[in-house]
């Protein structure tokens, strides 16, 4: 019996909203568990102009400056492989995606 | 008519400035991807409309961007720059080893004879090559591995390979450079590299006439004479009429010869130019005056082309990659400033006026002549 599909909400920072040719959020199926792993795999899977973009090629480690946040939370540290919080989860929150404010 | 292309990268975006063969009235497209930086633009000399551009950004990485009409619709294509093997380390600014890691694409050149095959020079240094239109690389590691790596060193803008030359009467011989390491070639097609560095002599580096470790900041060649080589050092204009395997200084009357810029005219292979800058401590035009310079003599006796630049309160700088020239009857030449502005002088520099004034710093100058 395969994993349950959850539809994930994610807001895109302004320039890869426009790398990716998309508007406002997107929305994503992911198969359980839904983590930040699994959410980037989708998300790049279903726009691959993102690889690279959000996480390096090689090592998947985050872009030093940018951040992941959801429910008020910063979720930047936490390990790719944690469960996303339920709200994300289920849909009704979307995952931040966030460039830092730095440079001119 | 023939008409040109001018493919400008800016810090904050690529704009694409286009005219007919007067040079008089611009039509200016852009800004393409605004708010990346847009190192360097180059259209395939088998397919104009075939264009490669280098998209960067501080948050975001490298994006590489392909154009099949001539900048007027783009797609990403691939930009995962992988070194081959375990890439090691080079030296860092305090002397001591470094990992190499990749930052970005600094300059892309695309083949003279498949439009699907394009070069790209990288920070940290190293040469990579795509045969599907830029979709994937694969590094030329003959380069970074030929021996001398881990004495290159990270000039103040970076360790990149800014240089790639592809010799029209040669495929298998290329020329690159890199900043802080110096020139190289190769004559199997990217296969195998050796310095090509005699003759330099850099006070900067304890050794100043070392076999690598020059800061050699562009080179510049005339299609008809592929074995004739200019070049813009940190200090110093230099020659090589053997390929690279020896150099003299041709800085002669220059004013300073610190500088990023070098070109040869389309027609002219004695011909010359040079943007001075005052030193590498004040990047900006001896006493406010912007001079482009320029050679008859393939160096040596140098005079400045001033009419129409400003000669006055003039701080800009112009970086390595941003010259250009077209191949019109009579050469166009063209350069951009830190300022923003790009100039054309459609009179081989006797003449110059600005297209657009308020660009963003301009990174890179191309020039496209077409039928």
């Not at chain 1, 983590?35 to 959000?54: F, K, N, Q, S, W």
């Not at chain 2, 900048?71 to 001591?96: E, L, S």
């Not at chain 2, 400003?310 to 063209?334: E, F, H, I």
Request: net charge negative.
């Amino acid at each position: 019996m395969s994993n349950p599909v959850a539809t994930i909400r994610v807001l895109l920072p302004y320039h890869l909203r426009n790398l990716a040719r998309v508007d406002g959020e997107v929305t994503l199926q992911v198969a359980a568990p839904v983590t930040l792993c699994t959410v980037l795999d989708a998300l790049e899977a279903r726009y691959p102009m993102l690889c690279g973009t959000i996480r390096d090629h090689d090592t998947q480690k985050r872009r030093p400056f940018l951040r992941f946040f959801a429910c008020e939370e910063d979720l930047s540290h936490d390990s790719p492989d944690a469960p996303l919080p339920d709200p994300v989860a289920a849909g009704k929150e979307p995952l931040l995606i966030i460039g830092a404010i730095a440079g001119g | 008519m023939s008409k040109v292309r001018v493919l400008v990268g800016t810090r904050k975006g690529a704009f694409i400035l286009t005219s007919d063969g007067k040079r008089k009235k611009w039509e200016v497209s852009g800004p393409h991807f605004p708010g990346w930086e847009i190192y360097h633009v180059k259209g395939s000399p088998v397919d104009p409309d075939r264009l490669y551009a280098s998209q960067s950004s501080g948050w975001f990485g490298q994006v590489l961007q392909c154009s099949s009409d001539g900048g007027k619709t783009w797609a990403p294509g691939g930009n995962k720059f992988t070194y081959a093997g375990v890439p090691g380390t080079h030296m860092w600014y305090d002397g001591t080893p470094h990992p190499w890691e990749f930052k970005r694409v600094w300059h892309l050149e695309p083949s003279l004879t498949d439009a699907q095959t394009v070069y790209a020079g990288v920070e940290d240094a190293a040469i990579f090559r795509s045969t599907d239109g830029g979709a994937n690389w694969e590094e030329m590691r003959g380069l970074r591995e030929h021996g001398t790596g881990p004495q290159w060193q990270p000039g103040a803008g970076g360790m990149c390979l800014h240089t790639i030359i592809l010799d029209p009467s040669n495929p298998q011989r290329m020329y690159i450079a890199i900043s802080a390491a110096g020139a190289f070639r190769s004559d199997d097609g990217g296969k195998n590299w050796k310095p090509i560095n005699k003759g330099l002599v850099s006070n900067m580096i304890p050794d100043p006439t070392a076999e690598v470790g020059h800061c050699v900041h562009h080179v510049a060649m005339h299609p008809d004479r592929p074995g004739v080589l200019f070049m813009q050092k940190h200090w110093d204009v230099m020659r090589s009429d053997d390929a690279g395997d020896n150099w003299r200084e041709v800085s002669g009357n220059l004013p300073t010869d610190f500088g990023f810029a070098i070109d040869v005219h389309a027609h002219e292979p004695e011909t010359v130019f040079v943007v001075p800058i005052k030193s590498d401590s004040e990047h900006f035009p001896l006493e406010g005056k912007l001079q482009v310079f320029r050679s008859r003599t393939g160096g040596n006796e140098w005079e400045p082309l001033t009419r129409g630049l400003p000669q006055s309160d003039c701080y800009v700088n112009v970086l390595r990659d941003a010259m250009s020239v077209d191949k019109l009857d009579t050469c166009g030449v063209y350069f951009g400033t830190t300022g923003g502005q790009v100039y054309v002088s459609p009179d081989g520099g006797d003449s110059w006026s600005a297209i657009v004034h308020d660009l963003p710093t301009v990174l890179s100058v191309e020039v496209q002549t077409l039928p």
